[in-house]
Every structure is written in C-alpha cells, then in structure tokens.
C-alpha cells in the first residue's frame, strides 16, 4: 500500500521522475517522460498496479538524505542484526532511462526482501515476462536478465541476483552482510528495438553527484534558508526535460487536494504560468542558459494562431491532452477520480500571459533576444489579447465554474501591456504603442476601482463579489501598486482574518461556490510563501522571516514540498513534489534577502 506522501522522495534523469518510500519502494515512475504511463504506479493504488521494492525482511528504522547537493538519494536501514544502505538515482542517458540502486552492507548481516512486479500503462497492463541471455561486449561475459514487454515498453531487470516469478511478480530474499555492495538497474527502451549488450553495469552515484553539484551556484548563499533554496533550485531543475526545456507542474496525477475527495489533477504537464514563474526564480538565482531553454520550448509550443494559445502543453509541446478517468485505479486513500490529461487545457485564463511577458521581459534586460523572434511571438499574443482583455476567464485556479473578471487576470492583463510597451519604450522594438499603453493604463484604473473594496479595505477574489483570493498578494510583485501601499496592507490584514488556517493561506474560501467544485482542501503553500513576500515588501520582516521558518519546516525529511498541507494532521496534501510550492520558496527568499 502507498505511504504518506511526505514519506516519498524524487529521483529522476530530468526526463522522467520516480518517487521512493522510506520503506525502499519505487511507487511511482512513469516511462520514458514525465507524462508517459506508468509502469510503477502503486502509488495510485496497491502493489498490484506496480512497484519496485528493496526493504529489510526484518523490523527497521529508516532514516535518509540526499548526497550533497544532488539528486542522488540514500535510504539508510538499521535493524537488530546490522546496517544496510540503498542508494537511488537515474542517471542521464539518451534513447534509455535507467534506474540505478546500489545496496551495501554497512555493519552486520541483514536479510533483504526484493520485489519487482511491473504493471505498464497505469497498472492496467500485466507484460509478458521471461528470462533472457544477452552476449557480453568487448570482453565481457554473457549477462542474465528478467524482460517485462508490453505495447511500445520493454523494461529490463539487471543485477547479480535476479529474483524469481511467483505469482504474476518477481521476488527474492538474500543477505547483505557488512562490506557487500550488490547494483541493480531497471532499463527502459522501446520494446521494437533488438535487445543486445546494454554496456556494463556501472555504479554512477559519484559521477551523477558531481553533475548536480557542479550545477549549483553559489548564488543563493546570501539568501535566508539558503540549503532550501539549493534543494528547491535542483528539485526545480529535476522537473525540467532537458532537451525540450518543458516544465513539469508536477511529476504525478491525483494526488487529493483532501483525502477521499474528488479534487484530483494531472500535473504532469508544463503550464505556461508555472514555468513563466520558475524561468522567474532562476533567473534570480542566476540560472540563464535554463531560462533560454524554455523560451526556445515556448515559441515552438504555442507557434502558430495567436488565438490557439493553450495554457498548458505537453512536454514536448503536444497540445492533445484530453481529460479522461482511470476506473482501473482506486485512487490515493480511495480519492477518486484518477484523472489522465487536463481539462483546462480548454479555458481562457487572461494572466497567463502576463506571466509569459513578464519571464520574458527579464530574460531581454539580459540581453537574450538576437534574432527577434521572441517578440515577434509576444507581439502576436499581445495583439490578440488587445481583442478578448475585456472578457470573463477561469482564473490563476482554473475554475470550474462560471468565468469572472478575475482581479489577479486583470492585474497580470496589465503586466501583458506594461512590459509590452516597456520593450517598444528600452528596447526600441516595433508595435503600436500609443494603443498599448492606452490599453494598459484602462486596465490599472479598472483593477485599482473594481477590483478594490473600499469598505474593507482590501483587493477582492473577482469583480462581482466580496470574497479574498490570495492571488491579490501578488498585485506588487508585479509592480502595479507599491508593496507599502495603504490598499495593500490593508489587503494583507485581510487575508490574515479571513484566509488563514492555523497560520497558514487558503488559496480562496471553497464555499463560495466560485470553483464549481464539491469539496474542500487544504492550505496552499505557495500562497503561504506569497505572504511571506507581502510582509517583506510591508517592512513586517519579523513576520515574514517567522513565517517562511515554519514553511520551510513543513518540508519533508529531505526538503521536497507537496501542493498543500494539512496543519490538523500535519500531513502533505496534492501532488508531489510540487514545482508551484518550490519556486514560490525561491523566490519569497530572494524578496527577503532584498528587502
């Protein structure tokens, strides 16, 4: 059975992704990407619907860590007879994804239990699977290996001792006594490619630390909570394909919002909005060749009409992402359904664009736009916003209900035209000024009177009502209203009395009835890290310091961040790990730092 989700960690070859149990246990691995079906997926269900298990047969305590600043992890056991360690990574490769685990015996003599049992598409698919021989290269003697093959997956199991078939799974029990260091590799290829020599089986723990370490500057050492911002920044980096440049929201789908409910996405796909942000935070951190990627993967992903512009695509840009349910799996803790693909693929959400200029704004004060193609893009989409700005959308929440004028679409409406013109205006590029900047300034009159509440003193969810919306927070990061202005504390006074829950920020109240959904869920972090901001830019910097150290506290053991929490419980709520939680860390750090 899955565990709590704060008791699973990432490993992953910035393609795909897996997450590993402290009991040993690779729950969940979608192949050869992120978006890709799974072929472990217990976590959605049992072990039935697959997983890859290495535990102590034995009582154990557990304890773990990532080596150094890497992505490489290591899950220590102790149990009465002695000490194991089970090292997990998947290191970079090309037409393949490996997934490496090294077990050494630490102190004493401990008997291990070692369960392979593959389920490709979602758990629904039981592959045929046999023992097979493969020739030895450049010397090497002849290799034993267990195939599991299934439609377009061929998995294979290597290792110096390869369990047995019992009953549609594959298991085994040996000894690891102190000094023993036993590798195994769980190879994915495409199944029509001929199985031959797969070159040696390598221990490439060191070598993948040195990658991830020689990855991380040292540019965020200024910064509050500087070693959670380096494991944000990888974690950040970990859900970035490498060579489309995409940006995972999440390497998982249906995770709950509220255990049992029915408030479950798939997250696997790269929303302009989350990647404009994270392109934000490291940029900040100084990561710039990452920011060019994913300029390069967004002019290829929206090339084409303006007015198809999606707010999420696929990882490499495939804009199909239909929504439909997996009747198949029960669900995390019974929370059905579970969901494949993103029904808000089809909605209108106007401030998605203003996270896309703003992104690209930054990158072009860095001198990162030789061959105009970058605004020529951005022209396009700022032209078709000029058409449609007046209309309702879903919203930074992609709701399910009736479209609004959302204050925050309407704020990040601005931001569109402001930077639109700021690059005519610095960077003497081409378009119709005057118009925008017309545009622009009817839409911060119209945010500042509407959008605001007189009475109470605060910014509002949307236009037709009084409800808060956390979203607000973020009216000056942007730049449309000082971080000190009187509307804005007044507004930070407001989410306290009426979006806190136990200290921590709702994104909106669910009873309103605005999302169309049933259901309630829990505190959304980055909203909590939103208010950290918001109290820096106040001058309330005791506020803000306390609260990012209670958020940084809500991190895992080995510093990964789910979508919500639950402080009744203490419990990580949604899909994990979650890059929305993580560049909000980021970047409330750095807000910190400067002020």
Not at 378 to 401: F, N, S, T
Not at 454 to 461: G, H, K
Not at 476 to 505: N, S
Request: charged letters at 30%; hydrophobic letters at 40%.
């Amino acid at each position: 059975m899955p565990l709590r989700i704060e008791d699973y960690a990432l490993i992953g070859d910035r393609r795909t992704a897996a997450l590993v149990g402290r009991n040993g246990s690779i729950d969940w691995l979608c192949l050869p990407r992120f978006d890709s079906p799974a072929c472990f997926a217990g976590l959605l269900g049992t072990d039935d619907h697959g997983h890859w298990q290495l535990e102590p047969a034995e009582a154990y305590e557990t304890s773990r860590r990532y080596v150094g600043d890497s992505g490489v992890l290591e899950t220590t056991f102790t149990t009465a007879s002695g000490t194991v360690r089970l090292t997990d990574l998947m290191p970079r490769g090309d037409r393949r994804a490996d997934v490496i685990r090294r077990l050494e015996g630490v102190t004493g003599r401990v008997e291990m239990r070692h369960e392979w049992r593959v389920r490709l598409d979602y758990g629904s698919v039981r592959p045929w699977v046999r023992r097979e021989v493969l020739p030895g290269g450049d010397g090497r003697p002849d290799e034993h290996v267990i195939t599991a093959i299934g439609g377009p997956d061929r998995l294979v199991l290597r290792g110096p001792r390869l369990p047995h078939a019992t009953d549609h799974t594959h298991t085994d029990r040996f000894d690891v006594a102190e000094g023993d260091s036993l590798l195994f590799a769980c190879v994915w290829m495409p199944s029509h490619e001929p199985l031959t020599d797969l070159g040696p089986l390598e221990d490439v723990v060191d070598r993948t630390r040195a990658e991830d370490e020689a990855w991380l500057r040292d540019g965020c050492s200024r910064v509050p909570h500087a070693d959670a911002v380096r494991r944000s920044l990888l974690t950040l980096r970990l859900m970035t394909h490498e060579e489309t440049g995409g940006i995972v929201a999440a390497p998982t789908t249906s995770l709950p919002e509220a255990f049992g409910g029915s408030r479950n996405w798939d997250y696997r796909f790269c929303w302009l909005r989350d990647a404009a942000l994270t392109i934000g935070a490291l940029l900040e951190a100084g990561y710039q060749d990452e920011a060019r990627l994913w300029r390069d993967w967004l002019l290829r992903a929206v090339a084409g009409d303006p007015e198809d512009l999606q707010v999420l695509y696929a990882v490499d840009g495939a804009r199909r992402l239909t929504e439909h349910e997996l009747e198949h799996l029960p669900g995390y803790e019974g929370s059905r359904p579970v969901r494949i693909g993103n029904g808000a693929v089809t909605q209108r959400q106007h401030d998605v664009l203003g996270e896309v200029m703003e992104a690209m704004a930054q990158l072009r004060e860095r001198g990162d736009d030789p061959d105009g193609n970058a605004w020529a893009l951005q022209r396009a989409l700022v032209d078709d916003l000029a058409k449609h700005w007046r209309e309702p959308d879903r919203g930074i929440w992609e709701i399910r209900g009736e479209p609004r004028h959302f204050t925050h679409s309407r704020a990040m409406v601005w931001v569109a035209f402001d930077r639109a013109v700021r690059a005519i205006e610095t960077h003497g590029l081409d378009g119709p000024l005057e118009e925008w900047r017309r545009i622009r300034d009817e839409v911060r009159e119209e945010v500042l009177t509407r959008g605001y509440d007189a009475e109470r003193n605060c910014f509002v969810q949307h236009y037709d009502g009084r409800d808060l919306d956390a979203s607000v927070l973020m009216l000056p990061w942007h730049g449309l209203i000082a971080p000190d202005d009187p509307r804005m504390l007044g507004t930070i006074e407001a989410v306290e009395r009426e979006l806190l829950h136990e200290g921590l920020v709702l994104r909106y109240r669910t009873d309103s009835g605005v999302d169309g959904l049933d259901g309630e869920e829990h505190p959304f972090l980055a909203c909590s890290f939103w208010l950290v901001t918001a109290y820096a830019g106040a001058g309330r910097l005791d506020d803000a310091h306390a609260l990012l150290d209670r958020l940084v506290d809500l991190a895992n053991d080995v510093g990964l961040l789910a979508e919500e929490h639950d402080p009744t419980t203490g419990r990580a709520v949604g899909n994990f790990p979650q890059a929305f939680s993580h560049l909000a860390l980021v970047r409330a750090a750095f807000s910190l730092a400067e002020a």
